[in-house]
């Protein structure tokens, strides 16, 4: 059990007073983006212990400068990460090895945008989510990414409002299992729920699906059943390699208001009130695989 606990990452909390707004801010945004795009040779040139070496001394150096602000040390990292993983992204036909390493250093890119998006100010938040103007990166993978890890830093901010349980997945797990975050709103009836959350531009609030069997064909659209195969079959990995019978939950998060980078929405807050309501109504045991699956998608929408 131990190894599980090591697993499944750092509890995400507020911070006990959001980040100060640095006036250097868009010039080490500019550097951290430069920085990524030229570590990026090293993927090919360098042993895998020299890079670590080289990751490490990129983390020390910011850390250093930004020692009393973390979101915006978060916010550098996570650029800095997108910056790299984008120098080899962009090129269609790169080497399959150099692309999953890419898409792993993404991951870890939007693990960073996550905490930075819960520490930083809400009109810092704007700029940084703005920056792909004024910093070397692509506009349209960068706004890809901040939707993502916004929409995952939005659920986490509500969750947070009820004091529930959050921690942040490790990047294989997102990778390999298809779990952004583990979430135990029963804490005193089993264990936690892996959650794949994904933003949503047509929902308003968030609409939860929770996976307490394998699913079939004939569960809504092609799109929606190939979605909910994937994160299935992640998380029976994860459940296999670590002993456990943890279930799946789907949230779709959607983006009204994004352009203000409010984390605060009332529908999103709403509808998981409703969604914990309707787990403690339901079974003894009601995270145990032992009806259908509960899909909020019609009644909360």
Request: proline letters at 4%.
């Amino acid at each position: 059990m131990k190894k599980t606990k090591a697993q499944i990452g750092r509890i995400l909390k507020r911070p006990s007073q959001p980040s100060r707004q640095l006036t250097s801010f868009p010039d080490l945004l500019k550097e951290a983006a430069s920085r990524g795009d030229r570590f990026a040779p090293n993927l090919i040139k360098c042993s895998d212990s020299e890079i670590q070496v080289g990751l490490q001394e990129v983390r020390s150096d910011y850390k250093s400068k930004l020692k009393k602000h973390p979101g915006a040390y978060k916010a550098v990292m996570g650029l800095f990460f997108e910056a790299l993983a984008q120098a080899v992204l962009i090129n269609k036909d790169e080497e399959p090895w150099l692309v999953a390493r890419a898409i792993r250093y993404s991951v870890i890119a939007q693990n960073h945008m996550l905490l930075a998006w819960l520490w930083l100010p809400q009109d810092v938040r704007v700029l940084y989510a703005e920056c792909s103007k004024f910093v070397g990166v692509n506009k349209r993978l960068w706004e890809k990414a901040c939707a993502g890890s916004f929409a995952v830093a939005r659920f986490t901010d509500a969750c947070l409002q009820f004091k529930y349980r959050v921690r942040v997945a490790h990047p294989d797990h997102d990778l390999h299992r298809k779990i952004d975050l583990f979430f135990n709103p029963l804490i005193d009836r089993g264990g936690p729920l892996c959650v794949q959350v994904k933003s949503h531009a047509k929902i308003k609030g968030a609409q939860f699906t929770l996976l307490r069997n394998k699913p079939r064909q004939s569960d809504g659209s092609r799109a929606e059943y190939n979605l909910r195969l994937d994160v299935w079959n992640g998380v029976e990995r994860f459940n296999r390699a670590n002993n456990t019978t943890w279930l799946p939950l789907i949230v779709l998060v959607g983006l009204d208001g994004l352009a203000s980078k409010s984390l605060y929405d009332a529908h999103v807050i709403r509808d998981l009130r409703l969604f914990v309501e309707a787990l403690r109504a339901g079974s003894r045991d009601p995270l145990k695989a032992e009806s259908d699956d509960l899909n909020f998608e019609q009644r909360i929408a």
